[in-house]
């Protein structure tokens, strides 16, 4: 079994893959007080619920943007799995990605996106991932990364107008009804919402306005992507295991 980690600055997604698919996958929160063994407890509660263990783990692979919690995750997989995990950078094999990106900053979570959403939905594509910032990217017909767009992210923006505005309250994320809202809440719901809604369509449009983007497939994820897509008309596919399917394909390229 492989082990997929994808650590990104909220939760970090883990999933276990078999020779052909994903078998299992999970959410546990980005704790960075955490120690690698109570991460290892963790992992090892998860794998014994559904019938595996350590020994089961014959590879592993991370994505992360929270590089103050790598160390640790890396020192749960050497301890407990006596494995040193894959990390995704631009100095591993893309997978038949190119990355056109000044200097070496691009988001590990970017790079996974793009390969899965290439090799799954062909080019050109732009992916949309609905995260603790909203990003989007851009790859062309022959598999060329150019670039994208890095929004504020949905529940940030929410925990924002708590914080800024003293009166205004905590909100759940849920879609109105209206996007006239009756009371506060509801006027935040919609504001965050139908915003982010718009914000979406406004960025695709203009990145399908240029001509190597005019027939993009548009795919989407995230753990908020679905509160956005159902309301846009933009958006061709939501894959919310997208990320791990490109980490999944990257380490068959770097085994």
């Known amino acids: 079994m492989i082990l997929l980690l994808d650590v990104g600055n909220t939760n970090i997604k883990l999933g276990l893959a078999n020779e052909t698919k994903?078998?299992?996958t999970w959410r546990i929160a980005t704790d960075t007080n955490k120690t690698a063994d109570e991460f290892g407890m963790v992992l090892y509660d998860l794998l014994h619920?559904?019938?595996?263990?350590?020994?089961?783990?014959?590879g592993i692979i991370m994505s992360s943007v929270a590089p103050s919690i790598n160390y640790t995750l890396e020192h749960m997989c050497t301890y407990y799995m006596h494995i040193k995990p894959i990390m995704v950078s631009q100095k591993i094999?893309?997978?038949?990605?190119t990355i056109e990106y000044q200097g070496n900053q691009l988001g590990s979570d970017r790079i996974v996106n793009a390969v899965a959403a290439y090799r799954l939905y062909g080019g050109p594509v732009i992916t949309v991932d609905f995260g603790s910032a909203?990003?989007?990217g851009a790859v062309d017909k022959n598999g060329v990364f150019k670039g994208g767009v890095i929004a504020p992210g949905i529940k940030s923006s929410a925990e924002s107008l708590t914080n800024t505005a003293a009166k205004l309250p905590r909100i759940e994320l849920n879609k109105p009804c209206d996007i006239i809202g009756t009371n506060t809440v509801e006027n935040m719901q919609s504001g965050v919402i139908f915003g982010f809604t718009g914000l979406v369509e406004y960025i695709v449009k203009n990145i399908k306005s240029k001509p190597e983007f005019a027939d993009a497939k548009v795919v989407a994820t995230g753990g908020m992507s679905q509160l956005v897509t159902q309301n846009s008309t933009v958006i061709d596919v939501v894959d919310?295991?997208?990320?791990l399917k490109g980490l999944r394909m990257l380490y068959d390229c770097n085994k």
């Open 22 to 24: 994903t078998v299992n």
């Open 49 to 58: 619920q559904n019938g595996y263990s350590f020994s089961d783990i014959k």
């Open 93 to 97: 094999n893309m997978a038949g990605i």
């Open 134 to 136: 909203t990003t989007f």
């Open 240 to 243: 919310r295991a997208l990320s």
